[in-house]
Structures are given as structure tokens and as C-alpha cells.
């Protein structure tokens, strides 16, 4: 019996994947490209991470080196400036491996910086112009057009927790 509990508990343990152990692709920052997404999935369903132990740097360092950042739980707040849920079974859904999924893009407390995150959950009674708390890992940046021809860039993160 006990070696019967020994055996399970080192299935359960080697199972965990934890942030440090994974090989983030820290040449291509553009999560299209990157592979980085399922990445931070796997190491969030793994449920290494409480919200208390999030690091808040500034957003715009973050931005501008966000491979230094991989692997870390990171917190951002800001005034949301888009929030979008998805369906189950949606390509956004299927990618998070989850039922419920959503996004949420905020002006970060810079005022400068856009953090765009896909949460692994509803963004339930959060919209446009609420002061809310992402908490998630940085899986790159993404150019995203805008709406007079040019482009913004977006700081990506995915993640499980928002206040």
C-alpha cells in the first residue's frame, strides 16, 4: 500500500509543470509565431500560482522586453478599454482549454501601455471603462490595427485571476 501511494504521488508531482521548467521561445516575441500561448496554459492549469505572489512591474519595461517576464506571474491595472467573451467551443476556448474564456484589454495605470490579456474565464460584470486588476503571464507582444490605418502594440498575457 505504501509503495502504491509513492507511485501516485510522484505521477501527481511530475505532472505539475512549473513556470521555470518550460522552454519559452524568448527569440520571436509575436505571439502568433511564438508558440508561447499553449505554454502559459499548460503552466496555469497546472495551478503553480496564487495571486498573492504576483510581481507588478511597470508595464512599459514590460512591453519592451517581455521575454525577461516569461515564466513570472505578473499584475497590471487599468482602465478596460475592450472586454469580449467567447463561446464555448470557440477557437479562443479551444486554444485556453477551457469552457468559458474571454478577453480583456486595458489602458494600464501608465497610461501609455495596452495590456491585452485572454482570461481563462468570463469577464463576468466587467466593462468598458471599469478599473480592474489582470493577473496572468506575459506570452509576448502583438501589432493590432487600429481603426485610422495604423497599428498598436499589445503587451499579451494569458491568464486565470482579475480583480
Same mark, same amino acid.
Request: aromatic share 8%; proline share 4%.
Given at each position: 500500500?505504501?509503495?502504491?501511494?509513492?507511485?501516485?504521488?510522484?505521477?501527481?508531482?511530475?505532472?505539475?509543470?512549473?513556470?521555470?521548467?518550460?522552454?519559452?521561445? =524568448? %527569440?520571436?516575441? /509575436?505571439?502568433? $509565431?511564438?508558440?508561447?500561448?499553449? *505554454?502559459?496554459? @499548460?503552466?496555469? +492549469?497546472?495551478?503553480?500560482?496564487?495571486?498573492?505572489?504576483?510581481?507588478?512591474?511597470?508595464?512599459?519595461?514590460?512591453?519592451?522586453?517581455?521575454?525577461?517576464?516569461?515564466?513570472?506571474?505578473?499584475?497590471?491595472?487599468?482602465?478596460?478599454?475592450?472586454?469580449?467573451?467567447?463561446?464555448?467551443?470557440?477557437?479562443?476556448?479551444?486554444?485556453?482549454?477551457?469552457?468559458?474564456?474571454?478577453?480583456?484589454? =486595458? %489602458?494600464?495605470? /501608465?497610461?501609455? $501601455?495596452?495590456?491585452?490579456?485572454? *482570461?481563462?474565464? @468570463?469577464?463576468? +460584470?466587467?466593462?468598458?471603462?471599469?478599473?480592474?486588476?489582470?493577473?496572468?503571464?506575459?506570452?509576448?507582444?502583438?501589432?493590432?490595427?487600429?481603426?485610422?490605418?495604423?497599428?498598436?502594440?499589445?503587451?499579451?498575457?494569458?491568464?486565470?485571476?482579475?480583480?
Amino acid at each position: 500500500m505504501k509503495k502504491l501511494l509513492a507511485i501516485v504521488l510522484v505521477l501527481c508531482f511530475a505532472s505539475v509543470i512549473f513556470a521555470a521548467d518550460v522552454d519559452w521561445n =524568448i %527569440t520571436d516575441p /509575436d505571439i502568433r $509565431t511564438n508558440g508561447n500561448i499553449p *505554454l502559459a496554459v @499548460s503552466v496555469l +492549469r497546472a495551478g503553480t500560482f496564487e495571486k498573492e505572489s504576483a510581481e507588478k512591474p511597470e508595464a512599459f519595461l514590460v512591453i519592451k522586453t517581455p521575454w525577461n517576464y516569461y515564466g513570472k506571474l505578473l499584475t497590471f491595472t487599468g482602465i478596460v478599454g475592450v472586454v469580449d467573451d467567447y463561446p464555448p467551443g470557440s477557437d479562443v476556448s479551444r486554444i485556453l482549454q477551457c469552457e468559458d474564456s474571454s478577453e480583456i484589454v =486595458i %489602458t494600464a495605470d /501608465d497610461g501609455e $501601455t495596452i495590456v491585452d490579456m485572454f *482570461l481563462r474565464s @468570463s469577464s463576468g +460584470r466587467i466593462r468598458i471603462g471599469d478599473t480592474v486588476t489582470l493577473y496572468g503571464l506575459v506570452v509576448g507582444r502583438m501589432e493590432v490595427e487600429n481603426r485610422i490605418g495604423g497599428t498598436f502594440t499589445h503587451l499579451m498575457m494569458v491568464g486565470n485571476f482579475i480583480d
